[in-house]
């Protein structure tokens, strides 16, 4: 699908330097991308990258200066990418229907345009609504509601009573609506507490593979509308994720924990049980929020404290042999003059 | 399912404070239950919402003070809650039976009132016994044995050799028994030793979703009669957990390394390889244990180090500023002195 | 299957202290070997066990003292008993051809000996070389390469595009190809930046149970020859894995980070995105690389410091109480050298 960079520019509401009629074919890397192909510069650690670039043009922020290439400058070069993307890979959806061997109950309510591939199993009282498609080897339980134009991959593996808004997109290997973690202390031992709530995922979430959304004891677990989550995430019952939060890879939030909205916890990190996390808190990588945090908070480290002050602590921490030198030296210092 | 709240006390051997007679017909969060319904508390950071609450009762321990609701006294309000929502959410169990798309090899033997669903795949010389239930999508290898009562939901994985006891439950996605990680380096890169081993479950245990046991090399990986296992935890090759365990999301527990008995592993906490953890340890979230741990020890902390002392490591971590002042200001004094 | 130990040592290159002509069935633990069986003794903490050791023999590097038992000695043990195990297990492979269950695109080409079982689904395009196994539930998409006599356990999803080198072993729940975390941030939420490159692994590249590797935004994420993957680690889009790396259990690995050959990352180590880690770093489990390592380091810590460095470290914090008693005792002596 060739288009050109003029017409690209005019998608994503940017300006051309260069050749507005060069035409495109694709995007690519700043290494691979060839005369024919749009390739992209947002972080400045690849300019030099982008100077050697065989791309016959570059997508750039403003005042980005020495490249010889054609350049299409947009505001914000990463959802210019989105869009472009989009328009040169439209993605295949497979086609409406049922396919013959997927077990659908017969209380369960299809409509006729979702796709339903091979093996998926759809449980009594379920509702799958109009675009949805499930791919080969999905089992949702009974009682289900899935949102129109939702999308499940392979091995998804959906709980009784789980409720997906429109838009959803679970990765292979997802589970959502698993027992959450919840025991009693007996004399003889671990009592089970039964999980009887259920697991709400609001429109546009993404969730990514082999992640895991566990149902609530009670009432609901829910993750917001817009929310985006990585693979090999866990999020234990009862919690609360506002909109549009970003969870990366990895993460784990505890039981009953909040998120507000646009939350961001990057790569490994664990929230606590029962904590609230502000709005707009973003979390470095590896860190353990074990306590509440308030709105627009920077955090890092185990325990996360703020992120400025956890950067501080470490510049101290390579001193601490400077600090012990240092007093040694006084002691010595003391030890001479009261000898004196 | 409507009880009275005298019969609930009874069932649980609390008391009641008020009305035995109000009629209860379910259990609901403090901030959702009508006056139909019980809620409890049991963390006092919830003394708010349960003194707010519009419950017709609250379940609490002796001693909480201050609640107008009628209210249920238990001395362990949890093992209270487990039962009074066993009674009133007893689950359901699909009926018994082999469904016409499962594979089962014809030198398996399966119980006549085990429930087999949908594509589920059992292996040669497996045997299923009384009860158990293998949602749709379970794959069991050759040669397992599997517990009465046991139930595995859709998506988990048995490789061969698995040993089952009875009343494990199994959440979607784990893969119990795959090869350990175990390679020997020789000149032209790792070499795989082949894993001979099993894994063996024992009674009880429950292990969350997307969480992976791996098969010992020689002889056996074991799990301890009632531990329960949260999701996305791995338990590597050889390892050997002991009874009444909990290990909590995200746990990774290395190599034949052994725990006691009622040891405690908060979530995203590391066990390394070949270390001894003894009975009734607890390590604090995100902690890594790098050596052997006495019996009753409670860690925190990378390394793991006894937890107070890890506490008192992080007030004096926010003091390492004013420490440097100080001793700048000692030197400071010092010079002055000596110009004096 | 019976072998003399004479027979094995001729096997590993390695010589018999004892009786050459002592007969061994197999192999086992220190702890439960018998008479016929070979033990080994290759981690000095179990030279106790190993001369309680009811083993006929036991497998030994140079060098160990003080055992009554038969010896096979070997440089290396552990290469020695990959190839003793390797063959008296020598393993089962299903025999060839495809289940009447699976669904084969009439696009697809399977070779003749390759082996699909039940409940696969290979989609339009896809290519299975010769000696293939796929055991019961995979599912493969479109347009994939799965080269000769690679083996994938049930559960494994391989997305549209993926190219596997040979003797590939991917275990149950592994994800190869699922969207990277890719997100563009726009007025109204997280807009998705399509995922349109792929995922290739290498030849002998063997991956653990429920671990996922995400497929590039434009060109591809691989895992190099012969490089060993653990269970539940997370490689994320074009990330670049060099050959022969250790990943073990729980690690991730941001996107755009490159690892050399030759990397070991122990256990729940993270490495941030674009950083770039050389070839022979060993990087100590639970830590976390945040910026790029020079060939051969060994890092530790959170953030990865030089490994000795932080071992110091350690010392230091060891001492930090100290540190400010001492720091209060100067400041007493000298107000008390000024009240003289």
Request: hydrophobic share 40%.
């Amino acid at each position: 699908m060739t288009q050109r960079l003029g017409e690209l520019a005019q998608l994503v509401g940017g300006r051309v330097e260069g050749d507005r009629e060069r035409e495109i074919d694709g995007v690519s890397t700043l290494e691979r991308a060839t005369q024919r192909e749009l390739s992209f510069l947002t972080n400045p650690r690849y300019a030099e990258a982008a100077r050697a670039s065989g791309a016959g043009a570059l997508l750039v922020p403003p005042g980005v200066e020495g490249l010889t290439q054609d350049r299409l400058v947009a505001d914000n070069p990463y959802l210019a990418l989105a869009k472009i993307l989009t328009l040169l890979h439209p993605g295949r959806r497979p086609a409406a229907g049922i396919h013959p061997t997927a077990q659908i109950d017969s209380a369960a309510r299809v409509s006729d345009d979702a796709s339903i591939g091979a093996y998926c199993s759809v449980g009594a009282g379920t509702i799958v609504e109009s675009g949805v498609v499930l791919h080969p080897h999905v089992v949702i339980g009974c009682d289900c509601h899935l949102g129109s134009n939702t999308e499940l991959h392979p091995m998804v593996t959906v709980y009784d009573g789980s409720i997906l808004g429109s838009e959803v997109v679970l990765h292979s290997g997802v589970v959502l609506g698993a027992d959450g973690f919840g025991y009693a202390q007996s004399a003889t031992g671990h009592e089970k507490i039964p999980q009887v709530g259920r697991v709400v995922v609001e429109d546009r979430v993404e969730i990514g593979a082999n992640s895991t959304i566990d149902r609530a004891m009670l009432h609901e677990t829910r993750i917001g509308s817009g929310t985006k989550i990585d693979n090999l995430v866990m999020v234990a019952h009862n919690v609360q994720v506002g909109e549009h939060c970003l969870l990366i890879a990895q993460v784990g939030v505890a039981g009953s924990a909040r998120l507000g909205d646009q939350v961001v916890l990057a790569g490994q990190t664990g929230v606590a049980g029962h904590v609230d996390v502000g709005d707009r808190v973003q979390v470095a990588s590896k860190s353990a929020v074990f306590k509440s945090a308030e709105p627009g908070s920077r955090l890092a480290g185990i325990p996360a404290i703020d992120s400025m002050t956890w950067r501080r602590l470490q510049v101290r921490l390579r001193r601490l042999r400077d600090l012990e030198d240092r007093l040694a030296a006084l002691e010595r210092r003391l030890d001479e003059d009261r000898s004196d």
